[in-house]
């Protein structure tokens, strides 16, 4: 017998008394009446609350805001299909020049290499929903969020969400999922409570989280 | 009301002050005591030990003792006996695959009451001093036991009854809700993790500078208070019973080791 | 297999590798109790978890609505799961992943062995997994010239003091910040002596340490925390990023899953996900979490194995009290909040699983009579801190007493000269199975009384009994018991008129 078919017979043998299948009771909140405004000030809470700048503007201030913040970067990468006003204020004139500003683009067809990746001082993404009781930000691999390795690799994460994607409570957010994406689900920058339980943040993946909301 | 008392073993043999003030709070709320002579242990040293078989008749003994029509509810003044009567009883029937005693079981248990549950949810009791005549004029901490706590769900039950005593005044344990050790069988199989749990017990009540500890079980308070007799500490235990009978007129002393001191007086 | 002629295996086959106490829990215990900075360590890391935790479930006012919902789920798939076992394998193998399956330990570390072999490469990076800790993966690889990299900063912390974990989230919590940084000292290289002890130093060490491994690295080894029927899908709940830097930068990635990890369906982990980062680290949500489903073409490791584990696993669903031990998520708050945890620590429950969960799921997992394993589900005082933290409302007591039953059954049929403490229940059982029995009993009441003397305590008691007194007195016991006193009272029992206990005799009782 193949180890498949005795497992499968061992189990069927363990349920021999044929265990009742329960109904589920989903009594918790699945869907949630707070305003957008409430859940815009909730995600900033608990984002701030795991150490990530957090930075609310209109979209149409957005390319100027991010020319801003990385102002101090000689390298960046995006995704393939980050939307390209974003980046329409950033000092972009050729690369190496003093005070502009490198950007690469990473797409499946055209991947950077771990070291290019490595080299970066920031990779700016969008991203796909965010949940607002959680403070966690998700991605789902799709063209403005680009493969996963884009934003672990890069020591600074900037994130840009739009308001609208804000959802209070995590089954409104899966909701919106395609289950078999490749996602990662981002609550603040890297951590670890792996000394006497006590949270510090900057171990493996970006040390830096920067999000971006778009009003 | 004819209420019928389960004194539990412990209780019976080593504690009847606390039955006997359990027996004296009720009749002072003009209610009718009766004593079923063949109950004996409700049966949970064996079940929590893995002794089934030795448990079955223990617990057909108290349900055949309290399956009567003599009385309309029962009380104890245990959590955790009460707890072993509601819901381990038909289990061990169950597990024993005796169908009419499980059945039974579930009678009896549905009648039983744990003392503060009864005297708060059933006879109404929200002031012991007006109610009762208590007086026990103490600094006193109080140890919510894990039977009571977390089986009963007695929430703040009894400290709430004690809190409306005349002259006492309660102190906050630290760590309350964290388990004395006792634990039957557990403080003599693991004797060690056992005493250590007694010991750190035994220092939070002594932090709070409390002439007692208080509590609804007489097996914990009798782990506590002899961890505290052989560490020469002066603090002792005493039932909440005890402190819910005590009056003006007929005060509880509090002098000395008072559980321990209990027994012997 | 001889018995295949049945056409089903016999049941219950057990598992093997890192699952069994080597001594009893008493005498473990007592070694590890003497240990007054371990003790130190845990309570105040225990301390601040259960805060923690307390504080980000109370936030939630459907908690208790999850956890039902929860229990129930896990409760499904365990009832349907063949089925779903099928259903996932289906999925994840469209998606171009591979499925493999293992009975016990061995099977698993062999098929992972060659899943490695077969790349070429003698190095792998792996995060955190209970179930290849569980099977012993790390040495057995190390045996057959494979070293495995723990990239996880408390299991770096494990393999490099060349320890054992102590808890399942935190597998370095025995160890307090000063310890670790020694640690680092003496075994990393190029570390600055100057390192202080901050948490966040140390995290900026481990990170430098790692880095060159991961971009390197082209085999990690995971576990998973979820894998999802209706999609194939797989998730990795974690902190640090070392999870993603092992699930997304390697070409070959090696999950290894035990079969009870499934839920449903997609949607059931909604629930879980709200479950579990609150239960385990007290965060309303853990900073990474990792889902992939097969493989995604141009996105992350394109040779991906899933192998599905028993290793025991059937055997605890066989037993209809004790399969419910089977919902563990491994959120680790049972032993967080236990207080018997709090003081041994994880070593002194031998297996892979310690805490309250340990000592229900290893004799589960390899039969009661296995080694040392059946002290474990007497190691608790059935406080029920434990049950009433798990998210999937595991109810631990019960099965704790439930296999002291099997125990106390398995000894019982090898008709052995009785224990004390067979002794000891025979006879209650006789005194407390009819009042008069008791009351007959009681009647010696005062020759203890005059045994305890003057002081009216007793200071040390024979045989078992001695357990107590070793640390506690016991009262003198009373002249008579209620029930004497009673009858005196009341004449024949129950036959006197209400009223009749008076307020003066408990001032009997009271008064010196
Ligand atoms: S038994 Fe419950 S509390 Fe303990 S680790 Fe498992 S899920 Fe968590």
């Excluded at chain 1, 493969?147 to 600074?156: A, E, Y």
């Excluded at chain 3, 992939?292 to 192998?307: A, F, I, R, S």
Aim: proline share 6%; aromatic share 4%.
């Amino acid at each position: 017998m193949s180890a498949r078919e005795e497992i499968l017979d061992r189990i069927k043998s363990a349920l021999r008394d044929s265990p009742a299948v329960p109904q589920i009771p989903r009594n918790y909140r699945r869907e949630t009446d707070k305003t957008a405004e409430q859940r815009l000030g909730q995600l900033v809470d608990r984002l701030e609350d795991y150490k990530a700048n957090v930075f609310v503007v209109p979209a149409a201030g957005a390319p100027a805001r991010l020319a801003e913040l990385l102002a101090g970067c000689a390298s960046i990468v995006v995704p393939h299909g980050l939307d390209p006003q974003l980046l329409s204020a950033l000092p972009r004139t050729g690369t190496g020049d003093a005070g502009t500003l490198a950007v690469a683009v990473d797409s499946p067809e055209r991947p950077l290499t771990v070291a290019a990746l490595d080299a970066v001082d920031a990779v700016v993404t969008g991203a796909a929903v965010a949940v607002s009781e959680t403070g966690t930000i998700m991605l789902d691999g799709g063209p403005s969020q680009g493969r996963r390795i884009i934003s672990l690799v890069p020591d600074r994460h900037v994130c840009v969400l739009r308001a609208a994607d804000i959802v209070e409570v995590l089954p409104e957010a899966m909701a919106r999922l395609e289950a078999t994406a490749p996602q990662t689900w981002i609550s603040g920058p890297s951590a670890t409570s792996d000394i006497e339980l006590e949270r510090v943040e900057g171990v493996h993946g970006p040390r830096t989280l920067d999000v971006l909301i778009l009003t | 009301m004819r209420i019928a008392l389960f004194a539990t073993c412990i209780v019976d043999a080593m504690y009847p002050r606390t039955a006997r003030a359990t027996v004296s709070i009720l009749e002072r709320l003009g209610h009718e005591v009766v004593f079923p002579p063949g109950q004996a242990c409700c049966g949970q040293m064996h079940v929590n030990s893995g002794y089934f078989a030795e448990a079955l008749p223990v617990v057909a003994n108290h349900v055949k003792a309290f399956d009567t029509d003599d009385y309309d509810v029962a009380v104890a003044p245990s959590g955790s006996c009460v707890a072993s009567v509601k819901h381990q009883h038909q289990l061990v029937a169950r597990r024993c695959g005796d169908g009419a005693l499980e059945a039974r079981a579930a009678v009896v248990g549905a009648r039983t009451y744990e003392l503060s549950q009864l005297l708060t949810d059933v006879l109404g009791v929200t002031d012991a001093a007006g109610q009762l005549g208590s007086h026990f004029p103490h600094k006193v901490t109080y140890h919510p036991s894990c039977h009571g706590m977390r089986l009963l769900h007695l929430g703040d039950r009894q400290l709430n009854l004690l809190a409306t005593v005349g002259g006492i005044e309660l102190v906050e344990l630290p760590e309350a809700d964290a388990c004395c050790g006792f634990g039957g069988t557990f403080s003599l199989k693991n004797a060690d993790v056992s005493s250590a749990m007694m010991e750190d017990k035994a220092a939070n009540i002594c932090g709070t500078g409390a002439e007692l500890c208080t509590g609804g079980d007489a097996s914990c308070l009798m782990h506590i208070g002899g961890g505290l007799s052989r560490q020469g500490s002066e603090v002792g235990t005493l039932h909440f019973a005890e402190i819910l009978a005590s009056t003006l007129e007929n005060p509880v002393t509090a002098a000395g080791n008072v559980q321990l001191a209990g027994a012997r007086r | 297999m001889s018995n295949t002629f049945l056409g089903m295996p016999t049941l219950p086959v057990f598992g093997r590798g890192n699952l069994n106490a080597t001594e009893p829990f008493p005498q473990a215990a007592h070694r590890e109790l003497g240990n007054a900075q371990l003790r130190a360590n845990l309570g105040h890391a225990t301390h601040t978890i259960r805060d923690k935790r307390l504080k980000v479930v109370a936030e939630l006012p459907d908690w208790e609505d999850m956890r039902d919902a929860g229990s129930a789920i896990k409760n499904a798939t365990m009832a349907q799961l063949p089925a779903l076992l099928e259903q996932f394998e289906a999925n994840f193998t469209a998606r171009g992943g591979t499925i493999h399956w293992a009975r016990d330990a061995q099977e698993a570390n062999e098929i992972a062995t060659a899943l490695i072999r077969e790349t070429g490469e003698t190095e792998v990076v792996k995060v955190k997994s209970m179930a290849t800790q569980e099977i012993g993966l790390n040495e057995y690889l190390e045996g057959q010239g494979i070293s495995a990299l723990e990239t996880d900063l408390a299991e770096l912390i494990v393999q490099l003091d060349h320890d054992k974990p102590s808890h399942i989230l935190v597998p370095a919590i025995h160890k307090n910040r000063s310890q670790i940084r020694e640690i680092f000292l003496r075994e990393m290289e190029d570390v600055d002596p100057a390192l202080g002890n901050e948490p966040a130093r140390l995290a900026e060490t481990a990170r430098r340490h790692l880095r060159k491994k991961f971009l390197s690295a082209k085999v990690a080894v995971s576990g998973a925390n979820f894998g999802l029927a209706d999609t194939g899908t797989l998730a990795v709940v974690e902190s640090e990023g070392n999870g993603r830097m092992c699930l997304t930068l390697p070409e070959t990635l090696i999950t290894v899953m035990g079969i009870e990890k499934l839920l449903p369906s997609w949607s059931d982990l909604e629930v879980f996900m709200q479950l579990l980062p609150r239960s385990s680290t007290g965060e309303r949500m853990n900073p990474y979490t990792s889902l992939w489903t097969g493989t995604t073409p141009g996105d992350g490791p394109q040779n991906v194995h899933l192998v599905l584990l028993d290793n025991g696993r059937t055997a605890a669903l066989a037993d209809e009290m004790g399969r419910t031990a089977l919902n563990c998520i491994r959120c680790s708050a049972c032993m967080n909040v236990c207080p018997v945890y709090e003081r041994t620590g994880g070593h002194a429950y031998g297996s892979t699983y310690p805490g309250p969960i340990g000592a229900i799921l290893s004799p589960l997992m390899t039969g009661i009579k296995s080694e040392e394993n059946n002290s474990l589900p007497y190691a608790s005082s059935l406080c029920g801190a434990c049950f009433d933290a798990c998210p999937v409302k595991i109810n631990i007591p019960e099965i704790l007493v439930h296999l002291r039953g099997e125990d106390v059954d398995s000894k019982r049929a090898k008709a052995k000269v009785p224990t004390q403490t067979d002794l000891l229940m025979k006879g209650a059982e006789w005194a407390f199975s009819a009042g008069s029995r008791l009351n007959l009993l009681e009647k010696g009441l005062p020759a203890g009384r005059l045994a305890a003397g003057r002081a009216k305590v007793i200071k040390k008691l024979p045989g078992i009994g001695g357990k107590w007194t070793q640390s506690r007195d016991i009262p003198a016991p009373p002249s008579q018991s209620f029930r004497q006193w009673w009858a005196k009272e009341h004449g024949a029992p129950n036959a006197a008129a209400p009223g009749t206990t008076g307020e003066g005799t408990i001032s009997e009782g009271g008064r010196p």
